[in-house]
């Protein structure tokens, strides 16, 4: 086991050193199992918890102070969006179960589903308490790493607007609160509303997102996934789901990892089946997921990087729009914005920070991207300006709260770019994505 952990600890340091350095991550298939034998939630890609990362700040040149942050986040942990999801889920079991099909296990599963049912009563979509913690928690974060940031007698009002979905403004709620926890005199003003839409959720329907990778999905989950331990662990008759409901074995265990996946988000500790799958099983699932969250949201061979200009080009001219007002006398010292998976992975990807700075394949994702790390929930990035009493302006860029680089621009001490090189560089991504 010491030798496991040793290995994985060092896999781990590679892949931030190379992260780090701008060069090309390669994951292997035995890295992502262990990985996700480490964390089994990990599996559930958009739906996995967000992790806490060991905060490291590189100090500021000398004379370098912080003034003013520009933050986009994901809403934090939520229920599923539709209770149909369980609902499919039990017409599978309840209907085994009536020919008195399932072993005791998967009766417990049977009765694990309705549990996650009922817990999600009347709450589709919406925010759990996990979520708003979690939010609390990066803000109380934010003000420990930049207190003279929220200090300042001449720039103290927070500006917050988010999706008008209830998940995340119930996440800007939190954040908010984590700050009033850990701040004084700040004048902060909330908003939500359609005006808002136009650049947190700029829709993306109609692009080539999907184009020739369901299929693939769909050839891949069921290439991985060997369903002859899960049927005989479930079912008396390891043959019940092709005898009762012959071409859908892959969408049962589809459906049932689905709905599990999201236990991970309540308030309690929910059922698990995620910590009774084998490293195969997980990754089977993990690859369909980090697959179809890339090709859908990120940036692939295969969609062109459709969403990225599109959505992502919105939320990049607000971002600079506002760091503008705010060098020029503003008295906005915080600029947070609050939406979902659907915009700030594309916008990762648009601005091509690291992590996010190459294009793959969907096939190519499972070893370029790992989705439990790129797009958790709560995923986060944050524009951190600092000036000195020149008024010369430098910028540090964290992605889930931890340093990053942007590869083919020249940063100053490591991670921080001065503005106007940096502003040049995202302006260039504006026109260029026509």
Known sequence: MRKKLT????????????LAQNQPVYYSEAEVKALL?????????????????????????????????SHFGRHGCRYHSYSTTYEKSLGYLQKLDSLNLLTAEGKQILEDVKILQKAQR???????????????????RLVSRYPSLFSQKNMNQVRAVSSTYQRCIMSMSNFIVGLEENTSGLDIAMDTGPRYMDYIAHS????????????????LFSALLDPARLSSLLFKDPSALKTHFPGKEYDFFHTLFYTFEIGQCFDFEAPDLFSKLTPDELYAYWADWNIGAVNSMGRTVENGGYACRIVGGPILNDILNK????????????????GHDSGILPFLFLIRIDGYHETFTALE???????????????????????????????????NEQERT??????????????????????SILEDRG
């Not at 034998?37 to 004379?63: F, L, N, W």
């Not at 993306?204 to 050839?219: F, H, N, Q």
């Not at 503008?324 to 609050?338: I, N, P, S, Y």
């Not at 370029?368 to 540090?396: C, D, E, H």
Request: proline content about 7%; hydrophobic content about 40%.
């Open 323 to 338: 760091a503008q007002e705010a060098l020029d006398g503003g008295k906005v010292c915080a600029d947070l914005r609050f």
């Open 204 to 219: 993306a329907s109609g692009g080539p997102a999907t184009k020739g990778v369901g299929p693939l999905r769909d050839s």
């Open 122 to 140: 009347g709450m589709d979509g919406m925010l759990t308490q996990k979520g708003g913690a979690t939010h609390r928690g990066i803000a109380a």
């Open 365 to 399: 994702s499972l070893h370029k991207w790992l989705g439990f790390y790129g797009i958790p929930m709560a995923t986060n990035i944050q524009f951190v300006f600092f000036r000195n009493r020149k008024g010369s302006v430098l910028v540090k860029v964290l992605v």
């Open 7 to 18: 290995a994985l600890a060092a896999f781990l340091s590679c892949a931030v050193f190379c």
């Open 37 to 69: 034998q480490e964390m089994p939630s990990r599996a559930g890609v958009p739906h996995h918890i967000y992790e806490v990362p060991q905060i490291r700040d590189t100090r500021a040149p000398k004379g370098y102070k912080p003034f003013y942050v």
């Open 406 to 427: 942007f590869p083919g621009v020249q940063a100053v001490n490591g991670v921080y770019y001065e503005w106007p090189v940096l502003r040049e560089y995202l302006e």
